[in-house]
Every structure is written in structure tokens, then in C-alpha cells.
């Protein structure tokens, strides 16, 4: 079966500041990995993806992501927080190959300090 | 495309009355995913379709809950009798088999009171 932890479900930063959320797997097959973000009132939009490709993954509004098969990680970063980045962020597995389950993660909400 | 498109955006029933949720996902996606959102329980997976043929319901929670998908746009979340704890935001989501490495889309949400 397929999980996600994602430690911290409150991380405050300073505007500026690096960001770091960080999702740890557990998979019984290669998998696909996900980072969603949602805004208050919103659904889900999907700021990068990891597919068996790069290790280290860029999504939208400059956030990265690097996949760490040694450590089960994929943790969630951008080097300068802005304060339109503050929203609730989950990250998300499913099985390359097999069923097509999307496992979500409790989520980080992300504060930004003016 | 407009997207996932989920109707109506908010509902407010009375306990023991019948709830409908309604969604259009995007052209051309095989998979269709019904999501619930609680503070309680964070994002958890009720059911999914895969070519109009639900695939996997273990997530649903009672009889109490239903999922149809009569065609490859549209397909509703019916919830008879409606109870306050069933009072959450329903997700609804759409994609191509990841096989192909493609995520999950989401609409706007269904956000459902029950009083």
C-alpha cells in the first residue's frame, strides 16, 4: 500500500525566507509523486510532478522539488518566500504501475510573515 | 476546457433529506475521482471510475452514499439520507491513466452543509 507523511502541518516563514515542506513515501513500487497546492475557497492545482524522469523537479511559481529514492523524500522547496505562496500545500504518491489511486498527505499549512 | 466542472459549489440540506453532487469532468479522461475534504480527515478517496465503470468504492463510507457515471461526462455523488457529519467538501477529479505520467485535475468543490 501507498502513504505519504508530511511533517509539520503548520510552517511559518518570513517573506523572503526559503521554504521547506516535507513529504515523506512509502511505496511497495516506483512511484509518481505530487505536489498540490490549494488556495482558501479552491480545489487543487498541481504545482510539479516527479515521473521517473529528473530527480530534481520544477513546478510553477518557483517551486522545486527533488526525489530522494535513498531517503523516501520529496520535499517541497522555493529559496525566497512571497506572500502569495501562503496556502495549504499536500503532496501525493500513486503507482506507476498498478492501480490508479492518488494517496494524499494530511497537508502543510504554509504562513508567510510579512 | 473549462476544467472539472462540480455543481453546485455549495449546499445546504437538512439532515435525512437526499443530497446530489454533480460533476463534468474534462473531455477525453478515462478517470473520474470523488474526494471528500474534512479538517478531521484531510483529502480521502471515496470512489473512482475508470471508462464509466467504478473500479474501486472501498472508501465510501456508508450505504449511505451512492456514485453513478452514466457517461464519460457526467457523473453524480448521491448521499440518502444526509447526516450533519457527512457536512465536508467534496472533491471531484479527473485524468488521464497515470500510466502516461499525468496528474489529477480537480474542480472547484462541492461544499456541503447538512443541519
Known amino acids: 500500500a501507498q502513504s505519504v507523511t508530511q511533517l509539520g502541518s503548520h510552517v511559518s516563514v518570513s517573506e523572503g525566507a526559503l521554504v521547506l515542506l516535507r513529504c515523506n513515501y512509502s511505496?511497495?513500487?516506483?512511484?509518481?509523486l505530487f505536489w498540490y497546492v490549494q488556495y482558501p475557497n479552491q480545489g487543487l492545482q498541481l504545482l510539479l510532478k516527479?515521473?521517473?524522469?529528473?530527480?530534481l523537479v520544477k513546478g510553477i511559481n518557483g517551486f522545486e522539488a527533488e526525489f530522494k529514492k535513498s531517503e523516501t523524500s520529496f520535499h517541497l522547496t522555493k529559496p525566497s518566500a512571497h506572500m502569495s505562496d501562503a496556502a495549504e500545500y499536500f503532496c501525493?504518491?500513486?503507482?506507476?504501475?498498478?492501480?490508479?489511486?492518488?494517496?494524499f498527505g494530511t497537508g502543510t499549512r504554509l504562513t508567510i510573515i510579512p | 476546457d473549462a476544467g472539472v466542472i462540480q455543481s453546485p459549489r455549495h449546499e445546504v440540506t437538512e439532515m435525512g433529506q437526499e443530497v446530489t453532487l454533480r460533476c463534468k469532468p474534462i473531455?477525453?479522461?478515462?478517470?473520474l475521482f470523488w474526494y471528500r475534504q474534512t479538517m478531521m480527515r484531510g483529502l480521502e478517496l471515496l470512489i473512482y471510475?475508470?471508462?464509466?465503470?467504478?473500479?474501486?468504492d472501498s472508501g465510501m463510507p456508508e450505504d449511505r452514499f451512492s456514485a453513478k457515471m452514466p457517461n464519460a461526462s457526467f457523473s453524480t455523488l448521491k448521499i440518502q439520507p444526509s447526516e450533519p457529519r457527512d457536512s465536508a467538501v467534496y472533491f471531484c477529479?479527473?485524468?488521464?491513466?497515470?500510466?502516461?505520467?499525468?496528474?489529477?485535475?480537480f474542480g472547484q468543490g462541492t461544499r456541503l452543509t447538512v443541519v
Open positions: 501525493a504518491v500513486s503507482e506507476i504501475f498498478g492501480n490508479e489511486k492518488l494517496t
Open positions: 511505496s511497495s513500487v516506483p512511484p509518481y
Open positions: 477529479a479527473s485524468s488521464e491513466p497515470r500510466g502516461q505520467g499525468t496528474e489529477a485535475f
Open positions: 516527479y515521473t521517473s524522469a529528473a530527480t
Open positions: 473531455s477525453g479522461h478515462d478517470y
Open positions: 471510475f475508470n471508462n464509466n465503470v467504478p473500479i474501486d
